[in-house]
């Protein structure tokens, strides 16, 4: 059975029945109705309920599943992460910051969002934020975020300030074992370290686990033509973007998009949120040295020159 945004990814999988090429890939809550043939039961049980499946009721199967846990809104980041499941598509952090321009290390953020998504994309909890850059917002950044001058300097907070609070965000998440999501991660985390080194703060150097769904579809679906850009992918992947280049919708979305890519590639993707991590430097680098070699070719790059792997942080 094949589900596209929004319903949840795969809870678990039957790969092998009595039928051959039968499986169950998602199981709806038990509040909605069920094919025909499969009967689900849930069975009370000590400290986690069981989910029996029978299928025709010749084959059964003991799946045992967390308990969903519930937090309202308004909690604390502290008490979310305090809670979170073991399985990282079960609560994912998510990160993004519109900026003054796209040089990591001279330009500055103008708003922040760290925010935390169950395994549906639904929004746990989250956090903005504007600040002040101290400099002018150049006409082409605010014609992208819709973010001026005068606007940030007369609602914005202090930018030393934003900054250390959205690295605490991000720490306390990164602590507790939560993937945080970003788009094109290495932009979003080396501004965010370039900013912290400018107000003379502790920053985020290793951040780990970072899940960048740029760079997991670039490998996974590597010869699919067309842009790469969010809003592209999103789309390609049937999640919802409103509002592009606004930080929360972007995080959001980005979330969505890891979500659907955990679904769609599970067979290749590591459950563990550091083993994925680990990855994704590799396949960053690996794309960095083939573009590098295509630059060159083209005359964009001089055979000297080289572009920075690094990830997730330059």
Known sequence: MTRSWPDPPPL?????????????????????????????????????????????TVVEATVEVAPAVRVEAEASVEALVEVAPDRWTSRIGVFDLETTGVDVAEDRI?????????????????????????????????????????????????????????????????????????????????????????????????????????????????????KRTLDVVAAHYAVPLESAHEASADAIAAGRVALALANRFADRLPEDPLELHTRQIGWAREQAESLTE????????????ALDGSWPVR
């Open 110 to 226: 103008v708003t922040a969002y760290v925010g935390l998504l169950d395994a549906s994309g639904e929004v746990v909890h989250e956090e903005h934020w504007l600040a002040d850059p101290g400099t002018e917002i150049p006409e082409g950044a605010t014609a992208v975020h819709g973010i001026t001058t005068e606007h940030a300097r007369a609602h914005g907070r202090p930018a030393e300030e934003v900054v250390a609070e959205v690295t605490a965000a991000l720490r306390t998440l990164l602590a507790g074992g939560i993937p945080v999501v970003a788009y094109n991660a290495a932009y979003d985390f080396s501004l965010l370290k370039y900013e912290g080194e400018r107000h003379g703060l502790e920053c985020l150097d290793s951040p780990a686990p970072v899940i960048d769904p740029l760079v997991i579809d670039k490998t996974l679906d590597r010869y699919r033509k067309g």
């Open 294 to 305: 295509y630059f060159i070719s083209i005359g964009r790059l001089e055979p000297t020159e």
């Open 12 to 56: 678990f999988e039957l790969d092998e029945l009595d039928h051959p090429g039968e499986a169950i890939t998602w199981v709806p809550p038990v509040e909605t109705a069920v094919e025909v043939e499969t009967l689900v039961e849930v069975v009370a049980s000590e400290p986690e309920p069981v989910i029996e499946v029978h299928v025709e």
